[in-house]
């Protein structure tokens, strides 16, 4: 069974920083894209960022400037470091893994999630 495991979400005030960690079994994290997706209450589920085994990345517009994605090879983590944070990034946030291979849009592995609130 593949588990991916993130940690870090919370409760922060507007303008605040959150940072969040992802886990992968050591063949997935060393060979997959890994990303960060969110779901809002009544809003669909959007891809925030991505990172490949290289050192591409890719951020949602929302969120340029805000957000750094990054890979630590000898943790298998991935972490999402979210800076300035507003109302508007309250969401469920949900690490993934996508093989290179796969379809774009497909993502093969998925996390439980972990809760982020931005409030005051």
Partial sequence: QVQLVESGGGLVQVGGSLRLSCT??????????????????????????????????????????????????????????MDSLKPEDTAVYYCAARRPSSAWGIWNYWGQGTQVTVSL
């Fill in 24 to 81: 992968a079994p050591r063949t997935i994290f060393s060979a997959y894209v890994m990303g960060w997706y969110r779901q809002a209450p009544a809003k669909q589920r959007e891809l925030v960022a991505l990172q490949t085994t290289g050192s591409i990345t890719d951020y949602a517009d929302s969120v340029k400037g805000r957000f750094t994605i990054s890979r630590d090879d000898a943790k298998n983590t991935v972490y999402l470091q």
